[in-house]
């Protein structure tokens, strides 16, 4: 029953998305033609509207194909005997089940993050380079994918196999409930100190008109001067990027050099002020609870089907507390997918919203929307999604219903007609 469950799941998955992408498709091909009506007075004098959509279009490619791959993999692990042949592996490693979960979950994942290089590569030296976006080095993409392979693998294998070592003691379903909150808090409060170092040199930001900006800034929010930092995002690529990151002590507003470098004072404060509202509106601990919710499902699906004895063994594994820790993994990935991916989104697009507000509160809407204009101008985003494909996938809101928002409008659906 379970197996024919996580085929019913992901079957649903697979082609739930792929319409939605196909969606989005046929959308960008009719905005190719024609520029939305109620979008066209938004647009700054000499935007390349064609080429826009024709980036868009090319990211879409890139995305598609990594899903597809994703999907693939999955079906080769669940179908093929992937996943019986590389728990085989981890099992000759250790009989333990920490070692073995370690090993399992490090192998999957990189066989996932190899899968999906080649797409890596045709985003960056393909699409990202083709637009005028690109600065990364071979050499440079190379050790980041190193990097980032190794990150993911440690971070799955000590997952699984601390998921593999709970199974087996008396209580362990609590413990897991509470490790995973003790792991997402940690993960946070790390994350700006140990993690964004190993990609972007960080620095403070030198003397001049806009630090002096971002300290009346700082002050005004009660949000301490020391936390902002700049990263070198220009190694990598052209374009301009801010985010917040962090817990307590270890909060960080990063500002990419490409953003600082280019934007008018009052424009970027307006982006570091929408970073700012992020902490003042609380947005990180609410994403951290959510996450826990999320979590919180999957060990509790886990409880429940461990209890009944027979869950691995559906798909043809081992009942060893790692294969069974993987299979429900998997199995609760392709039935949640379906369900809170748009959730999710919906969460991350009003919290955007919010951060807006925030900005325009305190440094005037005519400079975010000044900077939301110049950001999307100069990164070609301008193109808004299908509504359905948004409504999935989106994070931030369109730039236009950003614009429209912080001109006190009501956003109309954009149809491309």
């Known amino acids: 029953m379970w197996s024919l469950l996580f085929w019913l799941f992901l079957s649903a998955g697979f082609l739930v998305e792929t319409a939605l992408f196909l969606g989005q498709w046929g959308w960008l091909n009719r905005l190719e033609r024609n520029v939305p009506a109620e979008l066209a007075p938004l647009l700054p004098e000499g935007y390349g509207w064609w080429r826009g959509v024709a980036y868009a279009r090319e990211r879409l490619r890139v995305s598609l194909g990594s899903l597809l791959t994703r999907y693939a993999v999955l079906a080769v692990m669940m179908g093929a005997g992937g996943l019986k042949k590389t728990a085989w592996l981890a099992e000759a490693v250790s009989d333990a089940p920490f070692p073995a979960g370690f090993v399992l979950g490090g192998l999957l994942a990189a066989a996932f993050a190899l899968a999906e290089l080649p797409w890596d590569l045709y985003g960056t030296f393909g699409v990202e380079a083709r637009f005028g976006f690109n600065r990364t080095s071979v050499g440079l993409f190379l050790r980041d994918a190193v990097v980032k392979m190794a990150l993911s693998a440690t971070l799955a294998g000590s997952l699984l196999g601390a998921a593999s070592f709970l199974l087996t003691r008396r209580g362990g379903f609590i413990l897991a409930l509470s490790g995973a909150a003790a792991f997402d808090a940690a993960a946070a409060f790390a994350f700006p100190s140990l993690i964004l170092p190993l990609f972007f040199r960080l620095r403070p930001l030198e003397d001049g008109e806009l630090k002096a900006r971002l300290e009346s800034l700082f002050r005004r929010a009660g949000f301490p001067a020391s936390s902002l930092l700049v990263a070198d995002g220009s190694r990598r690529s052209t374009h301009g990027n801010a985010f917040f990151a962090g817990l307590g002590r270890t909060r960080r507003v990063i500002l990419f050099d490409t ?39 999957l060990i509790l699906f886990a409880a429940f089907v461990w209890g009944r004895g027979g869950f691995a063994e559906s798909f043809g594994l081992s009942g060893r507390p ?51 204009v110049r950001l999307a101008t100069d990164s070609l985003a301008w193109t808004p999604p299908e509504p359905r494909y948004a409504a999935w996938y989106a994070s931030h809101p369109s730039v236009a219903e950003r614009v429209l928002a912080l001109k006190e409008l009501e956003a109309p659906p954009l149809n491309g007609k």
Do not use: N
């Not at 959730?343 to 900005?359: C, P, T």
């Open 322 to 372: 790692e294969s069974f820790a993987v299979a429900v993994t998997f199995f609760w990935g392709a039935l949640a997918g379906l369900f809170l991916q748009p959730v999710q989104s919906d969460a991350s697009r009003r919290r955007e919203f919010e951060a807006d507000r925030y900005a325009a509160s305190l440094e005037g809407k005519e400079a975010m929307i000044g900077a939301l």
């Open 259 to 297: 953003l600082a470098e280019r934007f008018p004072s009052d424009e970027a404060a307006a982006v570091v002020a929408h970073e700012i509202g992020h902490w003042k509106k609380g947005h990180v601990p609410l994403a951290l609870l959510l996450l826990f919710a999320v979590q919180s499902t």
